[in-house]
T-cell receptor, first 109, second 113 residues
Framework: GQNIDQPTEMTATEGAIVQINCTYQTSGFNGLFWYQQHAGEAPTFLSYNVLDGLEEKGRFSSFLSRSKGYSYLLLKELQMKDSASYLCAGLDSNYQLIWGAGTKLIIKP | IAGITQAPTSQILAAGRRMTLRCTQDMRHNAMYWYRQDLGLGLRLIHYSNTAGTTGKGEVPDGYSVSRANTDDFPLTLASAVPSQTSVYFC????????????FGPGTRLTVL
């Protein structure tokens, strides 16, 4: 079966760094997406990885290891506005997204 | 303003009633999607359309139908609503199916009593 696993909730301190992990099992693999979703709002795109390695985009970076079926999202210099759920999604062989349940990130001052 | 709109924002519906959730995008995207999001579960794909005139079934299509008469509109119909269809429904679009980023509408919160 297809499955995306990520922690349910994480807590971090403003100004710190946090890493949100995601492991995936999909039928075929055409890339890994990360989306951010604030409470009561729509998901918004953060990153897409299809090759192994780290992609950096400002305070946010995303890493992929295809051999390990593993990705992480790294958030630096955390701000209160980063409090949100972070959704990991794998693109399967039919080019359909398989979504994780999301990691709720709580930022404390 | 470019983007995706959904209507209604929220709705309370009696079981057995028919309901159509509307979705319109003005980005001229080819692909459109309907998801439902339930607490503790990931987004689940209900139906999708890779281009106007075509539709396909996603992971949880039972009890739902869609049509794609033109590029911009992708309505989702519940023929006879049941309480298990209580959820938040998101419409999304992408320039092409597959690796392109999906852009989401604001969602419709539906409660079936």
């Amino acid at each position: 079966g297809q499955n995306i696993d990520q922690p349910t909730e994480m807590t971090a301190t403003e100004g710190a760094i946090v890493q949100i992990n995601c492991t995936y099992q999909t039928s075929g693999f055409n890339g890994l997406f990360w989306y951010q979703q604030h409470a009561g709002e729509a998901p918004t795109f953060l990153s897409y990885n299809v090759l192994d390695g780290l992609e950096e985009k400002g305070r946010f970076s995303s890493f992929l290891s295809r051999s390990k079926g593993y990705s992480y999202l790294l958030l630096k210099e955390l701000q209160m506005k980063d409090s949100a759920s972070y959704l990991c999604a794998g693109l399967d062989s039919n080019y359909q997204l398989i979504w994780g349940a999301g990691t709720k990130l709580i930022i404390k001052p | 303003i470019a983007g995706i709109t959904q209507a209604p924002t929220s709705q309370i519906l009696a079981a057995g009633r028919r309901m159509t959730l509307r979705c319109t995008q003005d980005m001229r995207h080819n692909a459109m999607y309907w998801y439902r999001q339930d607490l503790g579960l990931g987004l689940r794909l209900i139906h999708y359309s890779n281009t106007a005139g075509t539709t396909g079934k996603g992971e949880v299509p039972d009890g739902y139908s869609v049509s794609r008469a033109n590029t911009d509109d992708f309505p989702l119909t519940l023929a006879s609503a049941v309480p298990s269809q209580t959820s938040v429904y998101f419409c999304a679009s992408s320039d092409s199916p597959g690796t392109d980023t999906q852009y989401f509408g604001p969602g419709t919160r539906l409660t079936v009593l």
